[in-house]
T-cell receptor, first 116, second 111 residues
Framework: AQSVTQPDIHITVSEGASLELRCNYS??????LFWYVQSPGQGLQLLLK??????LVQGIKGFEAEFKRSQSSFNLRKPSVHWSDAAEYFC??????????????FGSGTQLTVLP | DTEVTQTPKHLVMGMTNKKSLKCEQH?????MYWYKQKAKKPPELMFV???????INESVPSRFSPECPNSSLLNLHLHALQPEDSALYLC??????????FGPGTRLTVL
């Protein structure tokens, strides 16, 4: 069965500092990997995804993530954090379930606080 | 258009009420999903529809009844809910290897 681990429940960074959020996955085949962001009371917004190809993927809002198969990791990075980046971040791995459907397995999330 | 819309945004209901949550997408996606999310937790899958047919029911109590009237619409009918069912209910859609897109959610409170 697939699983996702986000080791950091809560991270605090200062505005302008760099950010790395960790994600480790367990999946038998080539994984489809995603990072989503959720502001309080809102839905999930897709930041970026990895399906295949270049292991460094660029996303929206200046985020990037690197797929490392040897470490089963898909860490999210941003060189300079803005106050508006404060939110909950979820890493997820997907499998195809039936037809066109897929099943997403989410990590437990990392809450990001940004200090002024 | 990569938007999934959900109505209502907020819903307060008593334990004896019957209400419905609605979800709509016009991206041509043939898979649609209902998730339940409690505070400070990741979303939990409830139901999956593939080509308008229910393909996954994650052992959800029968007081939740999903319906997919057509390829663009997904409903969740609610009846005799319990206070512990209060949560954010998220709808999502996807197609093949495309990304899964989520709606803004319905905040449900059961009194």
């Amino acid at each position: 069965a697939q699983s996702v681990t986000q080791p950091d429940i809560h991270i605090t960074v200062s505005e302008g500092a760099s950010l790395e959020l960790r994600c480790n996955y367990s999946y038998g085949a080539t994984p489809y990997l995603f990072w989503y962001v959720q502001s309080p009371g809102q839905g999930l917004q897709l930041l970026l995804k990895y399906f295949s190809g270049d292991t460094l993927v660029q996303g929206i809002k200046g985020f990037e993530a690197e797929f490392k198969r040897s470490q089963s990791s898909f860490n999210l990075r941003k060189p300079s954090v803005h106050w508006s980046d404060a939110a909950e971040y979820f890493c997820a791995v997907a499998s195809i379930s039936s037809g066109s459907a897929r099943q997403l397995t989410f990590g437990s999330g990392t809450q990001l606080t940004v200090l002024p | 258009d990569t938007e999934v819309t959900q109505t209502p945004k907020h819903l307060v209901m008593g334990m004896t009420n019957k209400k419905s949550l609605k979800c709509e997408q016009h991206m041509g996606h043939r898979a649609m999903y209902w998730y339940k999310q409690k505070a400070k937790k990741p979303p939990e899958l409830m139901f999956v529809y593939s080509y308008e047919k229910l393909s996954i029911n994650e052992s959800v109590p029968s007081r939740f009844s999903p319906e997919c009237p057509n390829s663009s619409l997904l409903n969740l009918h609610l009846h005799a809910l319990q206070p512990e069912d209060s949560a954010l209910y998220l709808c999502a859609s996807s197609q093949g290897t495309s990304s899964m897109f989520f709606g803004p959610g319905t905040r449900l409170t059961v009194l």
